[in-house]
């Protein structure tokens, strides 16, 4: 049975009966898979929050070569938990089962992203502006790790969907000349970056991510999950972050094994959330597997 939202009434994490208020608790998850050129500045980052973390859980999920998570291990704050190549969804569900359950907010972010040091300490007070916000994203910005250099283009600043069925991160690509500069409840949330409260994840009648989605969709699978529950989700430009993306936001420059493995969670979430948009997905399938494209 479903718990929704009423069965989780909102406590303010910022109020208490003493003078001093009791800063909320907010936990990381990293999920690292040959993570070595970004990861070691994204848990800094996160290292550097001005909101002080009460833990950074990092899971490696199969990396080849492992040497590169040794210095983690020496890292008092974080907490390396090793799997095999297990996907993105479980990894994450890993790194939450293994999380305090006091935990008022929890932190996934990509290895590949990186935070300002004020992230934290500036977003948290909308959720306590907005009660039935479950989840929150910001302005994600690109970085051109090669280079060590803003893209200069936007990466994500939420996920939209358009008529004909197709998911696509908001505004990717573009220059931000500051026309995502107004908060927005929005469809669904970049899974790079999210902030959560954790009585809506908690709310949640099975894990966070669906473990049937190995990498791909599982954010916008959450998303819809939680927005049937009566949550809400919240793009806020307040919240800015860079983030390298592997393959650029080009598709061209994903492997054929990777766009492969998103047309069939794309499937897959049709599946689980059924809607007329699955004859795209099915359409989709059939250039990627039989023509190649």
Not at 36 to 42: D, F, G, I, S, V
Request: net charge neutral.
């Amino acid at each position: 049975m479903e718990k929704g939202i009423d069965s989780f009434p909102y406590i303010s994490a910022y109020s208490s009966k003493s003078v001093a208020p009791m800063l909320p608790k907010v936990a990381a998850i990293v999920v690292s898979h040959n993570s070595k050129a970004t990861l070691e500045r994204c848990i800094a980052a996160l290292e550097a929050q001005d909101h002080c973390l009460e833990s950074i859980i990092l899971v490696d999920s199969g990396s080849s070569d492992k040497e590169y998570l040794d210095a983690f291990k020496r890292r008092k704050s974080v907490r390396l938990l090793l799997a095999d190549n297990i996907g993105f969804s479980r990894a994450n569900n890993l790194g939450y089962e293994s999380l305090s359950p006091d935990a008022d907010f929890v932190l996934f972010v990509n290895p590949d992203l990186f935070l300002p040091p004020d992230s934290i300490a500036t977003a948290l007070p909308l959720f306590e502006e907005k009660p039935l916000i479950a989840m929150l994203s910001g302005k994600l910005l690109g970085y051109d790790i090669e280079h060590d250099r803003p893209s200069g283009r936007i990466d994500s600043t939420g996920i939209q969907r358009k008529w004909y069925g197709r998911w696509f991160d908001r505004g990717q690509g573009q220059c931000d000349n500051g026309q995502y500069d107004e908060p927005e409840e929005m469809d669904a949330l970049c899974g790079a970056l999210l902030l959560c409260r954790n009585a809506a994840l908690q709310s949640l009648p099975g894990p966070v991510f669906d473990p049937v989605f190995f990498l791909y969709k599982e954010d916008i699978e959450l998303s819809l999950r939680l927005r049937k529950l009566g949550w809400k989700l919240l793009y806020t430009p307040v919240l800015c972050a860079y983030h390298c993306r592997g393959w650029k936001g080009e598709r061209q420059k994903m492997s054929y094994a990777l766009r492969v493995t998103a047309v069939k969670s794309e499937l897959l979430l049709y599946k689980k959330h059924p809607s007329p948009y699955v004859l795209f997905a099915l359409l989709k399938y059939v250039l990627v597997t039989v023509f190649r494209l």
